[in-house]
């Protein structure tokens, strides 16, 4: 079965601090996908990055970078130099393959004080 | 904007009544999936259609049904309509999938349903 734990429900940090949003998940399967999603104030879901099992490279976009590692099935996210626009709840998110639908965890509510 | 749009923003309605959400997916996609965000279920997953047809289904209540048309937007229809139905719904949708590979899900802005 597929679980994505988000163990940290609420951080807060003040702005220009690095903070980085933790995600365990749990799969059988060998190939999966996983995502992080943003829920700004407003609602919306919106995309941040899609990583399949088989790229195991960091990426970085700006101030955000993903930390993948299949040995310990996390996917990290952490914000550098956090600004008052991050805060948001922060969704992780596993897909199985061919499985389609998501399996988020239970979010990360974000807070960044000016 | 995702380019997902979903109609209405809001929906304030009584117990037992009906209702219609509606959303339409970006240009070319030709996937749709409802999700149900609640404070004590959070984000689930509700059913899928893939161009016209069912795909895949989630925790979906019976009192719960959707569809996809031929134009590809999609409806959901909640029934019989209970206090604890009260939720964001939200629309995504996502471009044909090459394989068994699994494409990146976009968001609609979601239906905010309150159920008096």
Not at chain 1, 59 to 84: D, L, P
Not at chain 2, 49 to 61: D, P, S
Not at chain 2, 64 to 89: I, T, V
Request: include cysteine; charge should be negative; aromatic fraction near 12%.
């Amino acid at each position: 079965a597929q679980k994505v734990t988000q163990a940290q429900t609420e951080i807060s940090v003040v702005e220009k601090e690095d903070v980085t949003l933790d995600c365990v998940y749990e799969t059988r399967d060998t190939t999966y996908y996983l995502f992080w999603y943003k829920q700004p104030p407003s609602g919306e879901l919106v995309f941040l990055i899609r990583r399949n099992s088989f790229d195991e490279q960091n990426e970085i976009s700006g101030r955000y970078s993903w930390n993948f590692q299949k040995s310990t099935s996390s996917f990290n996210f952490t914000i550098t130099a956090s600004q008052v626009v991050d805060s948001a709840v922060y969704f992780c998110a596993l897909s199985e393959q061919g499985a389609q639908k998501l399996v988020f965890g239970q979010g990360t509510r974000l807070t960044i004080n000016p | 904007d995702s380019g997902v749009t979903q109609t209405p923003k809001h929906l304030i309605t009584a117990t037992g009544q009906r209702v219609t959400l509606r959303c339409s997916p970006r240009s070319g996609d030709l996937s749709v999936y409802w999700y149900q965000q609640s404070l004590d279920q959070g984000l689930q997953f509700l059913i899928q259609y893939y161009n016209g047809e069912e795909r895949a289904k989630g925790n979906i209540l019976e009192r719960f049904s959707a569809q996809q048309f031929p134009d590809l937007h999609s409806e959901l229809n909640l029934s019989s309509l209970e206090l604890g139905d009260s939720a964001l719904y939200f629309c995504a949708s996502s471009p044909p999938a090459g394989g068994l590979n699994t494409e990146t899900q976009y968001f609609g802005p979601g239906t905010r349903l309150l159920v008096l």
